[in-house]
């Protein structure tokens, strides 16, 4: 099972929501990853797990908050968002820092 | 600052080969270049990855020169299927960063 599976495939919020987006995979991976991609743009780094301890965090603002419950599970806990934070939001996971990135297909995200 | 660029855009025909370059300046030694090829409204695809010379798979090929300020994947006998965006990674271990080429739009016509 070579699979990263995101859910929702889409979420509509409003900015004083509170939503989360849920990436699963069972390949043994033990590092996993969260973008966000705006249209036309490239994918940009936001948070990394590395055996379930965050290990890298892009100054995100703190609306956005991660969870690596097991090592299986990565969560993004979403709380007030602004429009502008409207993007797809790709999960990742690879066997370690210097390993292939296995993508999800994703979470559209859109703020009113 | 870790930058990492590409041509915005590539236009070629089915059967030819192609070959798409991405300028990074800063790079060490150990640090390991990858390249994925993404379709609209999907996640990124693994195309192939390595850190220096010449590696190559069942459908591509990757050259690092010497100097490690750039990279080229090359792509043989490209099919209409082939029409993507495709991105280079870089993991710049000594920033601790992972950053995403600006990404090259290709479009192959019959």
């Known amino acids: 099972d070579t699979e990263v599976t995101q859910t929702p495939k889409h979420l509509v919020m409003g900015m004083t929501n509170k939503k989360s987006l849920k990436c699963e995979q069972h390949?043994?991976?033990?590092?996993m990853y969260w973008y966000k991609q705006k249209a036309k743009k490239p994918p940009e780094l936001m948070f990394v797990y590395s055996y379930e301890k965050l290990s890298i965090n892009e100054s995100v603002p703190s609306r956005f908050s991660p969870e690596c419950p097991n090592s299986s599970l990565l969560n993004l806990h979403l709380h007030a968002l602004q429009p502008e934070d409207s993007a797809l939001y790709l999960c990742a996971s690879s066997q370690g820092g210097d390993w292939e990135q296995y993508f999800g297909p994703g979470t559209r995200l859109t703020v009113t | 600052l870790a930058k990492t660029t590409q041509p915005i855009s590539m236009d070629s025909y089915e059967g030819q080969e192609v070959n798409i370059t991405c300028s990074h300046n800063?790079?060490?030694?150990?640090?390991?270049i990858t390249w994925y090829q993404q379709f609209p409204s999907q996640g990124p695809r693994f195309i192939i990855q390595g850190y220096k010379t010449k590696v190559t798979n069942e459908v591509a090929s990757l050259f690092i020169p010497a100097d490690r300020k750039s990279s080229t994947l090359s792509l043989p006998r490209v099919s209409l299927s082939d029409t993507a965006v495709y991105y280079c990674l870089v993991a710049y271990t000594g920033f601790q960063k992972l950053v995403f080429g600006t990404g090259t739009r290709l479009l192959v016509s019959p």
């Open positions: 390949m043994g991976h033990r590092a």
């Open positions: 800063n790079i060490a030694t150990n640090d390991y």
